[in-house]
């Protein structure tokens, strides 16, 4: 059984930083594909960024330059660095991996963008 649970949210200004983790159990983490979507009030589920078990990584246009996706093998854990945080990129941020066809989805950490 696979469990994944995200942290690092919380309330940031305009222009400011935070880093999301997210904490695997399970053996497959290795061999996983990881991503990080996320979901605002009234709006359909986004995929965010993405990284392959080979470390090759992807990200939606909006937030290119300016997140970064990184995965820790050896601690089970994927992160999203988010610098230059816009009003539009708060939301409820979900980590996801893949592995052998099935997807496995964490319950979210909420990203507030407001001064």
């Known amino acids: 059984q696979v469990q994944l649970v995200e942290s690092g949210g919380g309330l940031v200004q305009p222009g400011g930083s935070l880093r999301l983790s997210c904490a695997a159990s399970g053996r497959v983490f290795s061999i996983s594909a990881m991503a990080w979507y996320r979901q605002a009030p009234g709006k359909e589920r986004e995929l965010v960024a993405a990284?392959?078990?080979?470390?090759?990584?992807s990200y939606r246009d909006s937030v290119k330059g300016r997140f970064a996706i990184s995965r820790d093998n050896a601690k089970n854990t994927v992160s999203l660095q988010m610098n230059s945080l816009k009003p539009e990129d708060a939301a409820v941020y979900y980590c996801t991996l893949t592995v052998v066809g099935m997807n496995y989805w964490g319950k979210g950490t909420l990203v507030t963008v407001s001064s």
């Open positions: 990284i392959t078990r080979e470390g090759d990584t």
